[in-house]
């Protein structure tokens, strides 16, 4: 069987190319062709991993027409309005973007709105303009190379390793034109509500059974045969062993103290402008313990965030605190986003290793509390506004849909205030199983068990 695998940026490469899901493929005697849009750099890293992918095609450059993507827009904010009433949760808007800068986006912004709230009116006219979105797709000037490519390719099934980049829409659209499979992952445990599910498949390879009724709930267009419960490949790399490093030699590589307490600060992209505020705010508090006591910290930066909006905190305190950057490359000259930056396989001995030997994890509603769950580490979610009148209310953020899944459960302990910081650092440092006992249950909910048997899961289910 000839598998065409979309691939276009390198989160995709990271959770599943990276992983054994390609060994697996090879195991059932599958032919995997790589379509993608990435760096030689990042090809060879991939080559690296998996020496027997020998086959990469890059995909042709794809630009939306203004009529198309306006089109998108209006779609994914008339799903956005739609989820809000059948969640009943108003922070499903949050995910619809009006912080853009140019007069350009702004103006599409503000008539996307005004046609996604007529679509959002009748769900026939919102399937209605998903068809018309396809057909406007089959229509741009890159779908005579598509066509080219995939009879030249002729895949028995086609599988899109990221839903929401509108540069795998016309690919998908061709292959459903040729009457080819189609099956697409879903990027991550949050994303359903956000309503950037760009083309429809054949088959939905989702996390769990939670993520499955929830895409059948706000895509009833979807039957419940076409979900399937797989899980993802994205925390495998914590069971190869390989991986792992020895605390003492891993430590002294970065300059951090064996003999210390160590906690982890994972930060989350851009789009949480408040991070820094947050690292601050929990460096004073550790700057004021005695010495002897005061445990160390190691920031780890989310890998598409590569500003300097924690320069001056990390100067301040770097008496205590060692930054451990994600090892993903940026290469500054390719103009397109999406091809400008990939991880190495060696991001995954950073971060297996940074989860193996912290003591416990601090964030802002960060996926890194999966991470640390899975080697039973606990997590301290930060529960305040660190300034007044806040952009990003810290309420809305905790509100937000997949936070649902931890009803019921001690999944993580909670610091809802500056002045609760140093109590609830101590307390997980010293009784880490009273702190989010639920956290392997909460996991349990997010994504099918056993981890490690997922990439087999997705194998068996593509082919």
Same mark, same amino acid.
């Given at each position: 069987?000839?598998? *065409?695998?979309? $691939?276009?940026?390198?989160?995709?490469? &990271?959770?599943?190319?990276?992983?054994?899901?390609?060994?697996?493929? #090879?195991?059932?005697?599958?032919?995997?062709?790589?379509?993608?849009?990435?760096?030689?750099?990042?090809? /060879?890293?991939?080559?690296?991993?998996?020496?027997?992918?020998?086959?990469?095609? +890059?995909?042709?450059?794809?630009?939306?027409?203004?009529?198309?993507?306006?089109?998108?827009?209006?779609?994914?904010?008339?799903?956005?309005?739609?989820?809000?009433?059948?969640?009943?949760?108003? /922070? $499903?808007?949050? #995910?619809?973007? &009006?912080?853009?800068?140019?007069?350009?986006?702004?103006?599409?912004?503000?008539?996307?709105? @005004?046609?996604?709230?007529?679509?959002?009116?009748?769900?026939?006219?919102?399937?209605?303009?998903?068809?018309?979105?396809?057909?406007?797709?089959?229509?741009?000037?890159?779908?005579?190379?598509?066509?080219?490519?995939?009879?030249?390719?002729?895949?028995?099934?086609?599988?899109?390793?990221?839903?929401?980049?509108?540069?795998?829409?016309?690919?998908?659209?061709?292959?459903?034109?040729?009457?080819?499979?189609?099956?697409?992952?879903?990027?991550?445990?949050?994303?359903?509500?956000?309503?950037?599910?760009?083309?429809?498949?054949?088959?939905?390879?989702?996390?769990? =059974?939670?993520?499955?009724?929830?895409?059948?709930?706000?895509?009833?267009?979807?039957?419940?045969?076409?979900? *399937? $419960?797989?899980?993802?490949?994205?925390? !495998?790399?914590? #069971?190869?062993?390989?991986?792992?490093?020895?605390? !003492?030699?891993?430590?002294?590589?970065?300059?951090?103290?064996?003999?210390?307490?160590?906690?982890?600060?994972?930060?989350?992209?851009?789009?949480?402008?408040? =991070?820094?505020?947050?690292? +601050? =705010?929990?460096?004073? $508090?550790?700057?004021?313990?005695?010495?002897?006591?005061?445990?160390?910290?190691?920031? &780890?930066?989310?890998?598409?965030?590569?500003?300097?909006?924690?320069?001056?905190?990390? +100067? /301040?305190?770097?008496? @205590?605190?060692?930054?451990?950057?994600?090892?993903?490359?940026?290469?500054?000259?390719?103009?397109?986003?999406?091809?400008?930056?990939?991880?190495?396989?060696? =991001?995954?001995?950073?971060?297996?290793?940074?989860?193996?030997?912290?003591?416990?994890?601090?964030?802002?509603?960060?996926?890194?509390?999966?991470?640390?769950?899975?080697?039973?580490?606990?997590?301290?979610?930060?529960?305040?506004?660190?300034?007044?009148?806040?952009?990003?209310?810290?309420? /809305?953020?905790?509100?937000?849909?997949?936070?649902?899944?931890?009803?019921?459960?001690?999944?993580?302990?909670?610091?809802?205030?500056?002045?609760?910081?140093?109590?609830?650092?101590?307390?997980?440092?010293?009784?880490?199983?009273?702190?989010?006992?639920?956290?392997?249950?909460?996991? !349990?909910?997010?994504?099918?068990?056993? *981890?490690?048997?997922?990439?087999?899961?997705?194998?068996?289910?593509? *082919?």
């Amino acid at each position: 069987m000839k598998v *065409l695998l979309i $691939v276009p940026d390198g989160v995709a490469v &990271r959770n599943y190319l990276y992983s054994s899901f390609i060994v697996e493929l #090879f195991k059932k005697k599958a032919e995997v062709i790589i379509y993608h849009q990435l760096s030689e750099s990042a090809i /060879t890293e991939i080559k690296n991993v998996h020496p027997q992918l020998d086959t990469f095609i +890059e995909i042709p450059k794809f630009i939306e027409s203004p009529l198309t993507r306006l089109l998108r827009e209006s779609l994914a904010f008339a799903r956005i309005l739609r989820n809000i009433k059948v969640l009943k949760n108003r /922070t $499903v808007i949050t #995910f619809w973007n &009006r912080n853009h800068k140019t007069f350009k986006l702004k103006a599409l912004n503000i008539v996307s709105e @005004f046609f996604g709230f007529i679509l959002s009116k009748s769900y026939q006219l919102v399937l209605k303009a998903d068809y018309w979105y396809e057909k406007r797709i089959l229509k741009s000037q890159v779908i005579e190379k598509i066509t080219k490519d995939i009879k030249s390719i002729n895949p028995d099934v086609v599988l899109n390793l990221h839903q929401r980049s509108p540069l795998t829409a016309p690919i998908v659209a061709v292959a459903k034109k040729e009457k080819i499979k189609c099956s697409t992952v879903i990027f991550s445990w949050d994303n359903i509500p956000k309503a950037r599910l760009i083309s429809r498949y054949d088959s939905y390879l989702v996390w769990s =059974d939670l993520m499955k009724d929830q895409l059948v709930l706000l895509y009833p267009e979807i039957s419940e045969h076409q979900v *399937l $419960v797989v899980g993802t490949t994205q925390f !495998e790399c914590y #069971f190869n062993q390989e991986n792992y490093l020895k605390k !003492e030699l891993f430590f002294k590589q970065y300059g951090l103290d064996p003999l210390k307490r160590t906690i982890c600060f994972s930060a989350n992209d851009r789009s949480s402008p408040y =991070d820094p505020n947050y690292l +601050e =705010d929990v460096c004073k $508090v550790i700057k004021e313990m005695v010495e002897n006591e005061r445990p160390q910290i190691l920031f &780890r930066r989310c890998p598409v965030d590569k500003s300097d909006r924690f320069d001056t905190i990390l +100067e /301040t305190y770097k008496s @205590f605190v060692t930054p451990i950057d994600p090892d993903w490359r940026v290469e500054s000259h390719l103009k397109t986003a999406f091809a400008s930056i990939y991880p190495t396989y060696n =991001d995954f001995v950073l971060l297996v290793n940074t989860v193996k030997h912290c003591d416990l994890v601090i964030n802002l509603g960060s996926t890194m509390a999966h991470d640390f769950a899975i080697l039973d580490k606990p997590c301290l979610y930060l529960n305040y506004d660190p300034i007044h009148n806040s952009t990003l209310p810290v309420n /809305t953020i905790y509100n937000f849909e997949h936070f649902r899944s931890m009803k019921g459960l001690n999944a993580v302990g909670w610091i809802n205030s500056k002045a609760e910081i140093l109590d609830m650092i101590l307390k997980t440092l010293n009784k880490p199983n009273e702190v989010g006992a639920d956290r392997k249950k909460w996991m !349990e909910t997010i994504v099918l068990h056993p *981890l490690d048997k997922n990439a087999i899961n997705i194998a068996k289910a593509l *082919l």
